[in-house]
């Protein structure tokens, strides 16, 4: 349950938020492409300043007790730079590193001072460059992109620059996180969710940030890490090559314990990578920051061992479905992707060329990534587990033929909002050499409003019905079906549950007079609808004749 300071403290987070979207409008930002940079390296900022003084308060008691905390660092570090430094490397690991200019209160008390502007973004940069080896994440040519830009340059008005950067450090200055950062992956998930709202939909551009519904998270999270082996789990690497906002990756490594793993990614987009950097940073998983690349999975993939691909415990996608990569598809089509892309790589189409199934290159990427005790779980096209030729059955006869495959899971129609495609999860757990469970959920669920959309909402018994008939492996009638690796070859490698539901025919005992009755019901039906088409169709005719050239 949440508590009444912490609704109270999201209540105020959310505030936070649209003020500083306020800011962004009042100067012509207000859903300018650099909206979202702002709104979430003022808050980030915000978040290192106030746990930096959260941490120092407890290794310096003597500092909280004091009035002006601020005023006590600033002194010591200009009474002794030694003593100061080795409060900073008394830091717990994942700390920003903050001299006292670069504290909010600093700027605050120094707002008026004339390019104000240039004083505040030299802060950000500074932090940014003290603090980079921690905080930066890597494009695939090796490049940092690190923590903060120089926000004023978002204003194309040099005269309201100083402004801008006022308004933004005043409603900093009044907010207060407090002793907030203990809180775990709960607390946190719905205010980062509110940060990102309005910046992480399926409309931007080439490769679309796709966000995955919680529930769909959770019922992944739940069958890959059963709550029997929580905290038991321990040492392990999570990977997701098309991360997105890594909301897959926060719910697996939540459950797993955010100490007990390490998370590696890789995804095209530089502002999915950046939402991503902050989600680990509010999340307690800045170790795994170094292991952020932002750059082409496909073409070229980040994290190998030597010259091979590296492999991981756990791996969760949901990657997107179809674009164009028509402009290096020959370039993957060599003897080094030969393994890697065993069931082959799609065509170029004649026409339509956005509607290329690139999914099927992040699948076959996944398989090949997994450890020999690996689990994976991604979200596919429904229309993935059906197909009778092309690359979809030859990565399912690969699943089946080498029992890699642990269970499906159909999902109800739009599950997701901003598509109609219906979506089933794959699980693969390459240790599973007994029976498959396939589930068709798409029956569950309510239809709800999403802005201009239509969305499938799950009730939480829902999500635990489909989870626990999958990690218990039962059957339900007209709902899951628990098949063996021979039966899914005899049906084709079909891994739809309806096409192995029991076929019931009900038998209903009547007399013979009753069989006369309902057959003689029957005839009279059939007659008076003959005439009603005899009768339209004489109807037809002479309309038809009425019809004249003009």
């Not at 599973?432 to 802005?451: E, Q």
Request: proline fraction near 3%; aromatic fraction near 10%.
């Amino acid at each position: 349950m949440v508590d009444e300071l912490e609704l109270d403290f999201q209540k105020k987070t959310r505030t936070l938020i649209d003020d500083l979207k306020a800011i962004c409008a009042n100067y012509g930002l207000g859903n300018d492409g650099n909206e979202f940079k702002i709104i979430t390296q003022a808050f980030l900022y915000k978040f290192l300043n106030d746990q930096f003084a959260s941490a120092v308060k407890k290794i310096q008691p003597h500092i909280a007790e004091t009035d002006n905390w601020e005023e006590s660092l600033a002194s010591m570090e200009h009474n002794d730079e030694d003593d100061y430094e080795m409060l900073l490397l008394s830091l717990p690991a994942g700390i920003a590193h903050l001299k006292p200019v670069h504290f909010i209160r600093y700027l605050f008390n120094n707002q008026n001072q004339e390019n104000f502007a240039k004083i505040f973004d030299d802060t950000l940069i500074d932090i940014a460059s003290s603090n980079t080896d921690v905080f930066s994440i890597k494009t695939g040519g090796g490049a940092k992109v690190v923590l903060f830009d120089r926000l004023s340059n978002f204003i194309a008005d040099d005269s309201k620059k100083d402004a801008f950067c006022r308004a933004i450090i005043n409603k900093l200055v009044e907010f207060k996180i407090k002793d907030n950062f203990s809180k775990g992956f709960d607390f946190f998930a719905s205010i980062f969710e509110y940060i990102i709202k309005d910046y992480n939909s399926n409309s931007g551009g080439k490769y679309a940030e796709y966000y995955t519904p919680h529930a769909v998270a959770r019922i992944m999270t739940a069958i890959l890490v059963p709550v029997e082996q929580r905290g038991k789990v321990n040492n392990v690497s999570c990977y997701d090559p098309s991360a997105g906002s890594g909301t897959l990756l926060m719910n697996v490594a939540h459950a797993i314990g955010e100490t007990r793993c390490s998370i590696y990614t890789q995804d095209i987009s530089q502002k999915s990578s950046n939402l991503l950097r902050l989600n680990l940073i509010l999340n307690r998983l800045v170790h795994s920051i170094p292991n952020v690349i932002q750059g082409n999975t496909i073409l070229h993939p980040y994290h190998k061992e030597g010259n091979q691909l590296k492999h991981f415990d756990y791996i969760v996608s949901n990657p997107p479905f179809k674009l164009d990569f028509s402009d290096y598809r020959d370039d993957l089509d060599t003897k080094a992707n030969k393994d890697r892309f065993f069931a082959g790589i799609p065509k170029i189409k004649a026409k339509d060329k956005d509607k290329m199934e690139i999914y099927q290159l992040f699948l076959q990427h996944i398989i090949t990534s997994l450890k020999p005790t690996g689990k994976a779980a991604v979200v596919v096209p429904t229309g993935f587990i059906t197909a009778q030729s092309g690359i979809d059955k030859k990565i399912r006869e690969h699943l089946v033929n080498n029992k890699m495959l642990a269970g499906v899971v159909s999902m109800p129609s739009n599950i997701f909002a901003t598509t109609g495609t219906n979506v089933s999860i794959i699980f693969i757990d390459t240790t599973n050499k007994d029976k498959v469970i396939l589930i068709d959920a798409s029956n569950l669920g309510k239809k709800v409003k999403d802005g201009k959309n239509q969305k499938t909402v799950l009730t939480p018994a829902e999500e635990q019905q489909i989870t626990e008939a999958f990690n218990q492996k039962q059957a339900h009638e007209d709902f899951s079906v628990v098949v063996s690796y021979e039966e899914i070859i005899n049906k084709n490698y079909s891994l739809s549950a309806g096409q192995y539901f029991d076929v019931k025919i009900e038998y209903v005992d009547i007399t013979p007079e009753e069989f006369v009755t309902k057959m003689q019901g029957y005839t009279q039906n059939l007659e008076e609808l003959f005439k009603e088409s005899h009768t339209m169709e004489e109807e037809i005719k002479k309309q038809l004749a009425r019809l004249k050239y003009e």
